[in-house]
Nanobody
Framework: QVQLVESGGGLVQVGGSLRLSCAASGLTFSSYAMGWFRQAPGKEREFVAAIIWGGRSTHYRDSVKGRFTISRDNAKNTVALQMNSLKPEDTAIYYC?????????????????WGQGTQVTVSS
């Protein structure tokens, strides 16, 4: 049974930082591209960042480039999202996802497994 468990969310002030982590089990982690998505109240789930299985290639949505960094540790089956210079518009539930693909994708349909999400709230 595949499980993705996110942690690290919370309440932070504008300009602050948070580090999200996702622990994966039940899958051959190193064979999966990993992604982070987010969903704000009343909005559709949107792509945030993705990292290829080997970690050499990453992809970000434009609004987080230069502020967020995705990384992975295949030895520990974890993927992280370091979020700096947070803005109120970053407030959302953040989801970790796994895609059985060798290619990076920002398409939600490419992802096979999802975590339950962790809440990030940025206060102004």
């Amino acid at each position: 049974q595949v499980q993705l468990v996110e942690s690290g969310g919370g309440l932070v002030q504008v300009g602050g930082s948070l580090r999200l982590s996702c622990a994966a089990s039940g899958l051959t982690f190193s064979s999966y591209a990993m992604g982070w998505f987010r969903q704000a109240p009343g909005k559709e789930r949107e792509f945030v960042a993705a990292i290829i299985w080997g970690g050499r290639s990453t992809h970000y949505r434009d609004s987080v480039k230069g502020r967020f960094t995705i990384s992975r540790d295949n030895a520990k089956n974890t993927v992280a999202l370091q979020m700096n210079s947070l803005k109120p518009e970053d407030t959302a539930i953040y989801y970790c996802a796994a895609a059985g693909s060798t290619h990076l994708s920002d398409d939600i349909r490419s992802y096979d497994y999802w975590g339950q999400g962790t809440q990030v709230t940025v206060s102004s």
